[in-house]
């Protein structure tokens, strides 16, 4: 993927301020990797508002989703994912797009955007466990995995 932008300025999970030190962020970060049960030989290194993810994760929907985490961390707007690379051999399912939710937005809606059918909601929710708790809980600014409608999650 490399590097993704995420334009935002105070919207994300907040695992910490913006004067906490590099390796302090770096390490929440791990921490909720872990709490989220994200599997794999995951490293993360902080450098001001960019997050640089390198290791080892057993697919591709994993590196997809701890690219969305790092990302809508509050204080986080860039993430790299160059050095992260995938067990088994390479997927033959497309890369899964992404949307930046807006005021307004839904899950229904953005299903409806991408799917043609907002009953695919859901598609989208399990595309985005575990950070994802609830469907009705998304936030503008926010940037959501939208798998291929026909790919597994």
């Not at 910490?16 to 390490?27: G, N, S, Y």
């Not at 490293?43 to 994760?57: E, P």
């Not at 997809?64 to 961390?73: D, F, I, S, Y």
């Not at 860039?78 to 899964?96: E, I």
Request: hydrophobic share 30%; proline share 6%.
């Amino acid at each position: 993927m490399g590097i993704f932008d995420f334009f935002k300025k105070d919207k994300g999970t907040e695992l910490f301020d913006e004067q906490t030190p590099a390796e302090k962020k770096a390490e929440r970060i791990r921490d909720e990797i872990e709490r989220m049960g994200l599997k794999g030989d995951i490293k993360v290194h902080v450098d001001g508002n960019k997050v640089k993810i390198s290791g080892k994760v057993p697919d591709q929907a994993t590196k997809e989703r701890l690219m969305v985490l790092a990302g809508n961390t509050k204080y986080i707007n860039k993430v790299d994912d160059d050095d992260l690379d995938t067990d088994g051999p390479p997927s033959s399912a497309p890369a899964s797009r992404y949307h930046t939710v807006e005021s307004g937005d839904s899950l229904s809606k953005i299903a409806k955007e991408y799917y043609g059918n907002a009953s695919a909601y859901m598609k989208i929710f399990e595309a985005n466990k575990p950070m994802l708790s609830d469907p009705d809980k998304i936030y503008p600014g926010q940037v959501l995995r939208i798998p291929d409608e026909n790919a597994a999650v």
